[in-house]
């Protein structure tokens, strides 16, 4: 009898999650370039992006709260995850993530993402060499995370997060959500994993750049040339992204352990995709771990993705881990992220 509500707990999770996701996506048109806060499909972790971000069906350890928060129910201990990256053309990725246990098989996480990038002139067609003036450009997303165990084999878990993206003297925010799903299947260590990502309000710029005078009657000499007046921007969706995988582990001999994890990935913004990835734990210290991002995606610029890491535990469950990824993108260089953690 607990079986079979645990069954019937997946499945109506499934049913509930799967039909949301599929009503915003359109099969037929890639869409590329048509979302706002592109920075919330950088990966987060240098050891889920190792792993080819197939990550979905593992979601064990702080940066689950990226990837599938379900995952933070089923942790017994806390941890704390500074992540970094120099991503391409010169901007500068951060994101600090935690959660702690709360008992009863529930997590409360939180997070900070941000994407900065140095200051630039300011520069017009009269003064192309500069102004004198500098503005700043960035986006940044912080927010929180709840996760619970529904059954022994089913877990749920969302996250609320505050979304801003801002240029000089203009930004644009909005309010999403994240859902996820982790599932023992009955097939020995087969665990499914589902999520949705970035499920929210559109987004439109607004501020000081988009005011202006204007005249409504040029023709007419005694009207009032300076009319304050707002241009009407477009407002864009976010990057809604549904994810579905499989992970299963695998001991060889006695201290090894190769975990293997493939996600198919349907993103509101390309066509579908699938990320596979594997990692080897030796001896539960040293980590090797290798992926491919973005199988079967045309003009795709990503592709292998390498890394390596270490975990020195200390008394109790107090431990520090060390992990760094490469990720090729083509013609667009190589990325590297670095992270530090530590579990509590």
Known sequence: MKLSRTYFAALLAILLIVPAAQAQFVS?????????????????????????????????????????????????????????????????????????????????????????????????????EGTGEFFNAGDMAFGVSFASMLTDKLSIGATTKYVRQYIWNSDASAIAADVGLLFDTPFDKLRLGMS??????????????????????????GNNERIQANLKTDSWSLPLTFRAGLSYPMDIGTNYRLLMAVDAIHPNNNYEYV??????????????????????LADSEQGITLGAGLRYRLQGNVAFIADITYADFGRLENVFRYSLGVQF
């Open 196 to 221: 949705i990502s970035n499920w929210g309000a559109d987004m439109q710029m607004t501020g000081r750049d988009t005011r202006i005078y204007y005249d409504l009657d040029p023709n007419n000499p």
């Open 28 to 128: 037929d048109v890639s869409k590329v370039g048509t979302t706002a806060a592109s920075f919330l499909e950088i990966g987060v972790g240098s050891r889920a992006t190792a792993m080819g971000g197939a990550f979905v069906a593992v979601a064990n350890d702080a940066s689950s709260i990226f990837w599938n928060p379900a995952g933070l129910a089923r942790l017994p201990h806390g941890e704390a995850l500074f992540v970094h990256a120099e991503w391409l053309a010169d901007i500068s990725f951060d994101n600090i993530s935690g959660f702690v246990p709360l008992g009863n098989n529930m997590a409360l996480g939180a997070f900070v993402t941000t994407v900065s990038m140095g200051e630039m002139s300011v520069r017009t067609v009269d003064q192309p």
């Open 275 to 296: 990320n596979l990835g594997a990692e080897l734990n030796a001896r539960d210290w040293v980590y090797l771990r290798g992926g491919y991002k973005t199988l079967f």
